[in-house]
């Protein structure tokens, strides 16, 4: 993971929330995604110069995330403990960008393909609808 932040303190903070991320995302469905290069840029004005929050590089097989959407991600981190209780899972702008990156590189397609397309709406179901391992820890 690299970082372009000045700020070593929130350069941490920054790549902890995605790693975090990654992990629920890679588990859930069930996609190991270590072999993408993932990389951290800072972008603090996108209501004014419009630039994409997310976006990748499918030659170098790498995924560049901004500082907005992983600060998104802190609230699904806070909700986490009781989520085997809520009947539905927050939407999340950081795990949006995420699997749309990631279904960009292993499809190498873009928005429209229909081999993209669906593979993007099956991602979406594998996270939203995750097999329940850990179910044997609610012993009533
Ligand atoms: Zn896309």
Redesign the pocket.
Known sequence: MTTKIDNPFLHSIYEDILREALEDISYKIEEDLSDIKWKIFEEENTIYKKKPLG??NIKENEICISTVAIRTYTKIILTKPFEHLLNYQPKNLLVDIVL??V??IRTKK??GDEIYDSKLEYYHFLYHNPKRKNINLLHY
């Open positions: 976006y990748c749309d990156e279904c960009h873009d928005h």
